[in-house]
């Protein structure tokens, strides 16, 4: 998992529970399903380490990076001894540890508190609530308390920049390239300063709206894939509307950008038909995203197929992908020929189909036998 993966699981995290907890965030990322936490609460399992899919070597990584990033917001790390009634995460003490260090705003401090009866707190409190409402007059008299509370404080940049993004909401934007930029690498790393992360996001969602609904969801730039509503909206986890506009692209099948933000959206959104048709197009049609996209791969039903797919050995091409879930009775939409490409995986793919309707099917088994050895070797192995 990418670390821009793991920064952005974590600030979902923090904007859905105004905390960071390792545990959610195994969960979160499809390490750990349902199931197995069941398994792990009931004392089934003794150590949730041998219920997590992956190497445990590589989530505990994830989990560092994790740590690592919460720290670099801000955050206080403390130990939450009691999490899962105190039942083992990992064996090792220290990664056990790692695993129950809760992430949250740090508390305030005695020294604070006093500074808080100048009225700067409260100026600051109003400042944050003016800024999420909108509400630049208020913002604007929040900022002369501050000032006025204390001349030198380190907030009145951040703050007056803020209140000055807020008029960009009056009118769309001339240049949405330059817009998304200035946002950021301006308006969002003073917003995380200020606001902190769950806020932040608040804060920037009618501007990433804004600038979605300015910009031609028809239109699509691969040099400037973030240039385009679908990714915009996915910052909303607006799913129907990142679907619709992706979809609005006439060749958004050609595109691996727009068919993975298509696969997450839609698996999201719980259009699964939808979704895994996408994740078979990126498969047959874009090896190297289709690997990445499986490689960080979120859905709980898919993960564990992922997983075992990786394992297989002999190894299969991703292309093959589809065609072996279709092999392991993994159920998949249909997709008429004339939206598939022409290629031998997608042929492996529809004579599946065909011999797992009836198994007897020797026109099938020989085709297979004789052009996809490997997958159909796999299929054998399974008992059919």
């Given at each position: 998992?990418?670390?821009?993966?793991?920064?952005?699981?974590?600030?979902?995290?923090?904007?859905?529970?105004?905390?960071?907890?390792?545990?959610?965030?195994?969960?979160?990322?499809?390490?750990?399903?349902?199931?197995?936490?069941?398994?792990?609460?009931?004392?089934?399992?003794?150590?949730?380490?041998?219920?997590?899919?992956?190497?445990?070597?590589?989530?505990?990584?994830?989990?560092?990076?994790?740590?690592?990033?919460?720290?670099k917001l801000g955050l206080e790390?403390?130990?939450?001894?009691?999490?899962?009634?105190?039942?083992?995460?990992?064996?090792?003490?220290?990664?056990?540890?790692?695993?129950?260090?809760?992430?949250?705003?740090?508390?305030?401090?005695?020294?604070?508190?006093?500074?808080?009866?100048?009225?700067?707190?409260?100026?600051?409190?109003?400042?944050?609530?003016?800024?999420?409402?909108?509400?630049?007059?208020?913002?604007?008299?929040?900022?002369?308390?501050?000032?006025?509370?204390?001349?030198?404080?380190?907030?009145?940049?951040?703050?007056?920049?803020?209140?000055?993004?807020?008029?960009?909401?009056?009118?769309?934007?001339?240049?949405?390239?330059?817009?998304?930029?200035?946002?950021?690498?301006?308006?969002?790393?003073?917003?995380?300063?200020?606001?902190?992360?769950?806020?932040?996001?608040?804060?920037?969602?009618?501007?990433?709206?804004?600038?979605?609904?300015?910009?031609?969801?028809?239109?699509?730039?691969?040099?400037?894939?973030?240039?385009?509503?679908?990714?915009?909206?996915?910052?909303?986890?607006?799913?129907?509307?990142?679907?619709?506009?992706?979809?609005?692209?006439?060749?958004?099948?050609?595109?691996?950008?727009?068919?993975?933000?298509?696969?997450?959206?839609?698996?999201?959104?719980?259009?699964?038909?939808?979704?895994?048709?996408?994740?078979?197009?990126?498969?047959?049609?874009?090896?190297?995203?289709?690997?990445?996209?499986?490689?960080?791969?979120?859905?709980?039903?898919?993960?564990?197929?992922?997983?075992?797919?990786?394992?297989?050995?002999?190894?299969?091409?991703?292309?093959?992908?589809?065609?072996?879930?279709?092999?392991?009775?993994?159920?998949?939409?249909?997709?008429?020929p004339g939206n598939q490409p022409?290629?031998?995986a997608t042929e492996a793919w529809?004579?599946?189909?065909?011999?797992?309707?009836?198994?007897?099917?020797?026109?099938?088994?020989?085709?297979?036998?004789?052009?996809?050895?490997?997958?159909?070797?796999?299929?054998?192995?399974?008992?059919?």
């Amino acid at each position: 998992m990418t670390p821009d993966r793991i920064q952005s699981a974590v600030d979902r995290l923090l904007a859905r529970e105004q905390s960071f907890r390792p545990l959610a965030f195994l969960k979160l990322i499809g390490r750990i399903d349902a199931a197995e936490l069941a398994r792990w609460e009931s004392g089934e399992l003794k150590c949730l380490e041998d219920g997590l899919y992956g190497n445990p070597a590589v989530c505990l990584d994830e989990l560092r990076l994790a740590a690592n990033w919460a720290g670099k917001l801000g955050l206080e790390g403390r130990v939450d001894t009691e999490e899962g009634g105190g039942r083992r995460l990992f064996r090792s003490g220290g990664d056990d540890r790692l695993a129950r260090t809760v992430w949250q705003r740090a508390a305030p401090s005695a020294q604070g508190d006093l500074f808080f009866d100048t009225g700067f707190a409260q100026a600051r409190k109003a400042l944050n609530q003016a800024l999420l409402a909108g509400d630049r007059e208020r913002a604007e008299q929040a900022l002369a308390d501050l000032s006025r509370a204390d001349p030198g404080n380190d907030v009145q940049a951040n703050g007056e920049r803020l209140v000055e993004a807020l008029a960009w909401l009056d009118q769309a934007p001339d240049d949405p390239a330059a817009r998304l930029e200035t946002l950021e690498n301006d308006i969002q790393p003073r917003a995380r300063q200020l606001l902190g992360p769950a806020d932040t996001a608040r804060f920037l969602e009618p501007f990433w709206r804004q600038l979605a609904q300015a910009l031609d969801p028809t239109g699509f730039d691969p040099a400037r894939p973030q240039l385009h509503p679908s990714a915009l909206l996915a910052r909303l986890e607006d799913w129907p509307a990142v679907i619709a506009a992706v979809q609005a692209v006439p060749a958004h099948l050609d595109q691996p950008v727009l068919l993975a933000r298509l696969a997450d959206a839609a698996l999201a959104a719980g259009e699964r038909e939808q979704g895994l048709a996408a994740v078979c197009q990126l498969c047959w049609r874009h090896k190297a995203a289709a690997e990445s996209w499986l490689d960080a791969c979120q859905d709980d039903e898919l993960v564990r197929r992922v997983e075992i797919f990786w394992d297989l050995d002999p190894p299969l091409p991703i292309d093959l992908f589809p065609a072996w879930l279709v092999s392991v009775a993994y159920a998949l939409p249909d997709i008429p020929p004339g939206n598939q490409p022409d290629t031998p995986a997608t042929e492996a793919w529809t004579r599946f189909r065909t011999l797992r309707a009836d198994p007897t099917d020797m026109e099938q088994r020989e085709w297979l036998q004789r052009e996809q050895s490997k997958l159909f070797s796999h299929w054998l192995a399974t008992g059919r």
